[in-house]
């Protein structure tokens, strides 16, 4: 059974950062492709970030965090992580980890940003 558990949300004043973990178990990062999404409170689930399989880890972004988050991942660990930096208030959402083939998600960790 796979399961993806995020971690390191958190509370943070506007333009600190913040990374992300997701652990990835009963499946595999090499081959698929591994996403972020967030959920603002009354909002709807929305793309943040993806980078594909294959060698090349090609990375696509939501325009409204381009140049201040940066998705990777640990093949060997078997996790991703997302990198967030100069947070703004708009950031605050949970978010959560998805892996594709299979739709698998995680159940998604808390950020809030405010001064």
């Known amino acids: 059974q796979v399961q993806l558990v995020e971690s390191g949300g958190g509370s943070v004043r506007p333009g600190e950062s913040l990374k992300l973990s997701c652990s990835v178990s009963?499946?595999?990062?090499?081959?698929?492709?591994m996403s972020w999404f967030r959920q603002a409170p009354g909002g709807f689930r929305e793309f943040v970030a993806h980078i594909m399989w294959g060698d090349m880890k090609m990375t696509v972004y939501r325009d409204a965090v381009k140049g201040r988050f940066t998705i990777s991942k640990d093949d060997a660990k078997n996790m991703i992580y997302l990198q967030m930096d100069n947070l703004k208030p708009e950031d605050t959402a949970t978010y959560y980890c998805?892996?594709?083939?299979?739709?698998?998600w995680g159940q998604g960790t808390q950020v809030n940003v405010s001064s």
């Open positions: 009963g499946g595999t990062v090499v081959g698929s492709t």
């Open positions: 998805n892996m594709i083939p299979g739709d698998y």
